[in-house]
T-cell receptor
C-alpha cells in the first residue's frame, strides 16, 4: 500500500462548481499535512497546511480526519485558474533529523469554461 | 530574492555519462532536498541535507550522490547515467519552526533530464 494515496482524476468541472479531493495516508504517526498545487511543467507550491480543526483560505477548505487517516480539499466556485494538479503531502519522520515529506501522485483538475 | 534556483533547466545525456545538477537557495534555510518526479509516481525523495555538513539518503538514493557545498548550495551527481534516471528533478529547501515542526518546502523550477 502506498503511504499516501490520491484519486488521480482527472476531474473536469465547469466554472463555478464545487469540487472535493480526498487523500488517505497509512502512517498513523504522521503529524503534518499539506496540500500543494503544481501547474503543468512547473514546480509544486504550497497551497495550504491542514490543521486538526480544519481550516479555510478563501474558496479553499481543508479537513483532517485522523481516525480514518484521510485529508480532504474542497474548492468552491471553481475558477479557470484553479486548473492544476493538487498534491496531498504528509510528513514522515525518518532516522534523520529533517522532516521528510511524502507526496501523493496528485489529482488533476481541469476547470472548463 | 530568487528563492531556489536550479541549473541546468534541460539536459540530455547518453547512458554512462556523468553530470551534476546544481541547486542554490537564498532564503537562509538549513534543510535542502532533492526529489525526482515521474509520471504517476509523485515526487520521491532522493537525498536530503538537514543542515550544512550533513546528508542522508531518501527513498530512492541508488545511482546518485550529493554534496552540501555550503549553506546555500546542494548538488546532485549522477556518476553513470542510466535510462531509468530519465525524470524531472526538483531541489527544495525549508526551515525548522521549532518543536519538531517544519516550515513550507520551497521548490526550484526543476531540471528535465533525458538519458538515452
Amino acid at each position: 500500500r502506498k503511504e499516501v494515496e490520491q484519486d488521480p482524476g482527472p476531474f473536469n468541472v465547469p466554472e463555478g462548481a464545487t469540487v472535493a479531493f480526498n487523500c488517505t495516508y497509512s502512517n498513523s504517526a504522521s503529524q503534518s499535512f499539506f496540500w500543494y498545487r503544481q501547474d503543468c511543467r512547473k514546480e509544486p507550491k504550497l497551497l495550504m497546511s491542514v490543521y486538526s480543526s480544519g481550516n479555510e483560505d478563501g474558496r479553499f477548505t481543508a479537513q483532517l480526519n485522523r481516525a480514518s487517516q484521510y485529508i480532504s480539499l474542497l474548492i468552491r466556485d471553481s475558477k479557470l485558474s484553479d486548473s492544476a494538479t493538487y498534491l496531498c503531502v504528509v510528513n514522515s519522520r525518518s532516522s534523520g533529523s529533517a522532516r521528510q515529506l511524502t507526496f501523493g501522485s496528485g489529482t488533476q483538475l481541469t476547470v472548463l469554461p | 530574492n530568487a528563492g531556489v534556483t536550479q541549473t541546468p533547466k534541460f539536459q540530455v545525456l547518453k547512458t554512462g555519462q556523468s553530470m551534476t545538477l546544481q541547486c542554490a537557495q537564498d532564503m537562509n534555510h538549513n534543510s535542502m532536498y532533492w526529489y525526482r518526479q515521474d509520471p504517476g509516481m509523485g515526487l520521491r525523495l532522493i537525498y536530503y541535507s538537514a543542515s550544512e555538513g550533513t546528508t542522508d539518503k531518501g527513498e530512492v538514493p541508488n545511482g546518485y550522490n550529493v554534496s552540501r557545498l555550503n549553506k546555500r548550495e546542494f548538488s546532485l551527481r549522477l556518476e553513470s547515467a542510466a535510462p531509468s534516471q530519465t525524470s524531472v528533478y526538483f531541489c527544495a529547501s525549508s526551515e525548522a519552526l521549532g518543536q519538531g515542526a517544519w516550515g513550507e518546502q520551497f521548490f526550484g523550477p526543476g531540471t528535465r533530464l533525458t538519458v538515452l
